[in-house]
Nanobody, 115 residues
Framework: QVQLVESGGGLVQTGGSLRLSCTIS????????MGWYRQAPGKQRELVAA???????NYADSVKGRFTISRDGAKNTVYLQMNSLKPEDTAVYYC?????????WGQGTQVTVSS
C-alpha cells in the first residue's frame, strides 16, 4: 500500500517562504507524476504544481515565478518551495502521487499566510 506523508506547513507572514515535503512510501512504477494541490475554505481543490518522473513541470498561473516543485528520486520525495507568499495562498496543501496503480493523496498540511 502506498502512503504519502507531508510536512512543512505552518504560519508565515506575507512575503515569507515555506517548503513543503511529501514522501511516498513505495514507488512501483518508474513512470509517475507527483503534484501539489490546495484547497481554500469554500473553494474547490486546485492544482498548484506537478512534476513527472521525466522532470517536466506544470504550474498554476497564480504561483508561477514564486513556487518551485522538485523531486528527489533517491528519497521518493517531492518538494514545493514557496516564496513571496501571499494571503491568498492560504489553504490546505495536498500531495498527490499518480502512477499506473491510480491516484493517492496525502492527508494535507495547512499553510496560513498572514497579512
Amino acid at each position: 500500500q502506498v502512503q504519502l506523508v507531508e510536512s512543512g506547513g505552518g504560519l508565515v507572514q506575507t512575503g515569507g517562504s515555506l517548503r513543503l515535503s511529501c514522501t511516498i512510501s513505495r514507488i512501483l512504477f518508474s513512470s509517475n507524476t507527483m503534484g501539489w494541490y490546495r484547497q481554500a475554505p469554500g473553494k474547490q481543490r486546485e492544482l498548484v504544481a506537478a512534476i513527472t518522473s521525466g522532470g517536466s513541470t506544470n504550474y498554476a498561473d497564480s504561483v508561477k515565478g514564486r513556487f518551485t516543485i522538485s523531486r528527489d528520486g533517491a528519497k521518493n520525495t517531492v518538494y514545493l518551495q514557496m516564496n513571496s507568499l501571499k494571503p491568498e495562498d492560504t489553504a490546505v496543501y495536498y500531495c498527490r502521487f499518480t502512477d499506473w496503480g491510480g491516484d493517492r493523496w496525502g492527508q494535507g498540511t495547512q499553510v496560513t499566510v498572514s497579512s
